[in-house]
C-alpha cells in the first residue's frame, strides 16, 4: 500500500521494555481481556493467539510477565511523536497507517454530521507495558485501550504475523492497525460501552458472540479505510489482508491448536467471517454496511 507521501502520527509513544516486577501470568490476564467485552484493554485482534501458544483448554504456563512493574526508560524518552515512528521501517509504516485512518475517518464522521473525531495515540513498547486499562504483555499482541485512547503494539508481532501464521506483506500489517482503529471508531461512536453493558448481563456463551460480532465489525471496519483509499492499493494488497483475516480465525486457530472446534467459545469470529466482513468493507466503503450486530450470520 503506497502511503509513503503521507508523514507519520504526531500520536505516537515509546514505553520502552515493560518492566519485571508485579507482572500476571498471561493467561491471567486474558479474563480480564475477554471478560469486559473488549471495552477496556480488550485483546482486539490476536488475543486467542496467545491461547494457541498455550493450547486451548487447560495448560497453565507463563510466556513472561505482563510488566506490571515501571517500565524501562525508553530510549526515545522526550522526543516528538514523529521521532518516535522513524526509529524503524516497521514503527514508520504503523505511523503512516494511523495518519491515513485518522483522516479517513475523521472525513466519514463530517459525512455522518458528527464533529467529534478524536484521534487514537499509537503506544510502541517491547514485552510488556502499563496501559489505561491495566498491564499487559506482548503475548497477546495489538489491542486497543478507550481508557487512554490507544492502540499497543509490539513489532515483533509482525514476525509472528508473517512466520507462523503465512500472513506476508505490508497490507498484513496494515489490517492490523485499521482493524484496531476500527475499535477506537467503536468506541467514539459508543458501540464499544453498548456491548460492555449488554455483555454484563449476558451468559458466556451469549458475551461470546456478541464479542465475535465487535470483532467482526472491526474488521469491516478495516476494509472501509482501505476501500477509501483505494488508489493507494497495489496489487496482491487485498489478497494480503485476507490471508491475513484468514489465518487468525478462531475456528483455524483452535484446529491447530487442539485439533477440535468449539464454537461456543470463539471469541473473534471464524476465518471465513473475519474474510467475508474485511471484504464487505472493502467493497462498500460504506460504514453503514457494517453492522454485524442486525446481520444473519
Wanted: hydrophobic share 35%; glycine share 16%; net charge negative.
Amino acid at each position: 500500500m503506497r502511503l509513503d507521501d503521507l508523514d507519520p502520527t504526531d500520536n505516537a509513544r515509546d514505553l520502552g521494555s515493560g518492566g519485571g516486577g508485579g507482572g500476571f501470568p498471561l493467561l491471567g490476564l486474558l479474563p480480564l481481556f475477554l471478560g469486559r467485552g473488549m471495552g477496556c484493554g480488550g485483546i482486539v485482534l490476536i488475543g486467542i493467539i496467545a491461547l494457541v501458544m498455550f493450547g486451548l483448554g487447560g495448560g497453565g504456563g507463563m510466556l513472561g510477565s505482563s510488566g506490571g512493574g515501571s517500565a524501562d526508560r525508553s530510549p526515545t524518552a522526550g522526543q516528538s511523536g514523529q521521532q518516535v515512528c522513524r526509529v524503524n521501517a516497521l514503527r514508520l509504516e504503523a505511523c503512516r497507517v494511523m495518519r491515513s485512518t485518522d483522516l479517513t475517518w475523521a472525513k466519514i464522521f463530517q459525512e455522518m454530521g458528527r464533529s467529534d473525531y478524536k484521534p487514537a495515540t499509537i503506544n510502541f513498547f517491547s514485552g510488556g507495558a502499563r496501559t489505561g486499562c491495566g498491564a499487559a504483555s506482548s503475548a497477546v499482541g495489538p489491542f486497543y485501550c478507550p481508557s487512554d485512547n490507544g492502540v499497543y503494539i509490539d513489532t515483533t508481532f509482525f514476525d509472528e504475523l508473517q512466520n507462523r501464521f503465512g500472513a506476508k506483506g505490508d497490507f498484513a500489517r496494515d489490517y492490523v492497525i485499521a482493524h484496531e482503529m476500527g475499535h477506537h471508531i467503536q468506541d467514539l461512536l459508543g458501540t464499544s460501552s453498548e456491548v460492555s453493558r449488554a455483555q454484563s448481563q449476558a451468559s458466556k456463551t451469549e458475551g461470546n458472540r456478541l464479542s465475535v460480532q465487535l470483532e467482526l465489525q472491526a474488521d469491516c471496519y478495516a476494509g472501509v479505510w482501505a476501500a477509501r483509499n483505494r488508489d493507494r492499493l497495489e496489487p496482491g494488497d487485498v489478497e494480503e489482508g485476507m490471508t491475513a483475516a484468514n489465518a487468525i480465525g478462531d475456528d483455524t486457530l483452535q484446529k491447530e491448536a487442539q485439533g477440535t472446534v468449539v464454537p461456543d467459545s470463539f471469541t473473534h469470529g471464524t476465518s471465513a467471517q473475519r474474510m467475508a466482513w474485511l471484504k464487505r468493507g472493502l467493497e462498500t466503503g460504506d460504514p453503514r454496511q457494517c453492522d454485524t450486530f442486525s446481520a444473519t450470520q
